[in-house]
């Protein structure tokens, strides 16, 4: 079965500032696909940022990327230029083709001004 | 593409109730998923559709619950003589199921439903 860890429950990180959320996962699939998930506070659950295992190259969203590393079987998520809007609890999360997603225990996130 | 969207918002409801909630999908959305999330945890998976048919079920959803999408379309989830334990919010998410697979498989959330059971 497959299964998502994150290390840490809570970060906090100043505004403009850059800050790195870890995810390392398991699986014995090779075709799969990660998520990044972000749910502000009382609020609906948005996808931030998404990599194929297949692609060696990172994935890039404006200020967010991620690092890949398929052997490791880690995803982190860099968040650049830190803005208010940016605290939420965000989710790593990982589906194997053609199913559910399997999602981890989440970190929650504080920017600070 | 209105998005995921779920009916009612927020439940608040007596032990031993019967509830129901409601989910529509994007529209050219197939794939229909029900999770379940706790307080300060990640959501758990409940259960999904492809169009009509149930194709996988949860150990989560015990016999107490169930799920229907009749016409291939909106979904609901029914919990029959609700426990304090079923206290939580309740997700629903579509996406697309192709044939090559690919990021298009990506799925969509809904706000939720935020059911408390007194």
């Known amino acids: 079965a497959q299964t998502v860890t994150q290390s840490q429950p809570e970060m906090s990180v100043q505004e403009a500032e850059t800050v790195t959320l870890s995810c390392t996962y398991d699986?014995?699939?090779?075709?799969?696909?990660l998520f990044w998930y972000k749910q502000p506070p009382s609020r609906q659950m948005i996808l931030v940022i998404r990599q194929e295992a297949y692609k060696q190259q990172n994935a890039t969203e404006n200020r967010f990327s991620v690092n890949f590393q398929k052997a490791a079987k880690s995803f982190s998520l860099k968040i650049s230029d830190s803005q208010l809007g940016d605290t939420a609890m965000y989710f790593c999360?990982?589906?194997?083709?053609?199913?559910?997603?399997?999602f981890g225990p989440g970190t929650s996130l504080s920017v600070i001004p | 593409d209105t998005g995921v969207s779920q009916n009612p918002r927020h439940k608040i409801t007596k032990r031993g109730q019967n509830v129901t909630f409601r989910c529509d999908p994007i529209?050219?959305?197939?794939?229909l998923y029900w999770y379940r999330q706790t307080l300060g945890q990640g959501p758990e998976f409940l259960t999904y559709?492809?169009?009509?048919?149930?194709?996988?079920k949860s150990r989560l959803l015990s016999d107490r619950f169930s799920a229907e999408r009749p016409k291939g379309s909106f979904s609901t989830l029914e919990i029959q003589r609700t426990e304090q334990g079923d206290s939580a919010m309740y997700l629903c998410?579509?996406?697309?199921?192709?044939?090559?697979?690919?990021?298009?498989?990506?799925?969509?959330f809904g706000p939720g439903t935020r059911l408390l059971v007194l």
């Open positions: 998410a579509s996406s697309r199921r192709t044939s090559g697979g690919g990021l298009e498989e990506t799925q969509y």
């Open positions: 529209s050219e959305h197939n794939r």
């Open positions: 999360a990982f589906m194997k083709l053609y199913d559910k997603v399997i």
């Open positions: 699986t014995s699939e090779n075709n799969y696909y």
């Open positions: 559709f492809q169009n009509e048919a149930q194709l996988e």
